[in-house]
């Protein structure tokens, strides 16, 4: 998926998004050790991505997303991150609210 379907990056996160013959879309989120040592740092920011995506789900296609973060967002406030998420979704889909 990585290599075929379309990539937007920032500071925060990678967005890969895929068509797929699914009715809705379907998320899956990588958040490493590289990110934070701390499992609660990775949680947070997991928690974070899963909530933008449950309340953003009606507005997006039904494509395969997957969320990558990288080492800055374990240090980001909870609304930068949310806004730095909202626009990389709408960079990469050309939807979703930019807050």
Not at 10 to 21: D, I, K, P, S, V
Not at 32 to 51: T, Y
Request: hydrophobic residues 35%; glycine residues 6%.
């Amino acid at each position: 998926m990585l290599r075929e379907g379309r990539k937007c990056r920032n500071t925060l996160f990678l967005l890969a998004c895929q068509a797929t013959g699914q009715a809705a879309p379907r998320l899956g989120i990588t958040v490493s050790k590289k990110v934070s040592k701390r499992a609660v740092v990775r949680n947070r920011i997991k928690r974070q991505v899963r909530e933008y995506f449950r309340l953003h789900q009606n507005e997006m296609p039904a494509q395969d997303f997957v969320v990558i973060a990288h080492p800055p967002a374990a240090n980001t406030e909870h609304n930068t991150l949310t806004q730095e998420l909202a626009n990389t979704w709408k960079k990469t889909t050309g939807t979703g609210k930019a807050r």
